[in-house]
Nanobody
Framework: VQLQASGGGMAQAGGSLRLSCTAS?????MAWFRQAPGKEREFVAA????????RYADSVRRRFTISGDSAKTTVYLQMNSLKPDDTAVYYC??????????????????WGQGTQVTVSS
């Protein structure tokens, strides 16, 4: 499965951006992670295709929304109320079957190329 991410860019604090990631095949769960300079990759949000159940990191809950299309191949991340701390390269990941450890990057088999998000104060 290949993942193609798009979106991102620059925004001011308080602004919004939307990321998209399209998979070339069917997956069981898709997620967004991010990695800031000098930091480890961290979980942002995940969606389980079977029931569209979602999970969020505490740092983005109520600001970010993950959703997916009806074909279950494209996942979106709507990012509102952006903060400078949200600045990072955002990666989409996917795996064939849902894992309860969906917050763990090592659970994912496929990764997109990453897209830069920069939030200025």
């Amino acid at each position: 499965v290949q993942l193609q991410a798009s979106g991102g860019g620059m925004a001011q604090a308080g602004g919004s951006l939307r990321l998209s990631c399209t998979a070339s095949g069917r997956t069981g769960v898709m997620a967004w992670f991010r990695q800031a300079p000098g930091k480890e990759r961290e979980f942002v949000a995940a969606i389980r295709w079977g029931d569209k159940n979602t999970r969020y990191a505490d740092s983005v809950r109520r600001r970010f929304t993950i959703s997916g299309d009806s074909a279950k191949t494209t996942v979106y991340l709507q990012m509102n109320s952006l903060k400078p701390d949200d600045t990072a390269v955002y990666y989409c990941g996917a795996r064939p079957i849902y894992s309860v450890r969906c917050y763990d990057s090592e659970q994912y088999d496929f990764w997109g190329q990453g897209t830069q998000v920069t939030v200025s104060s």
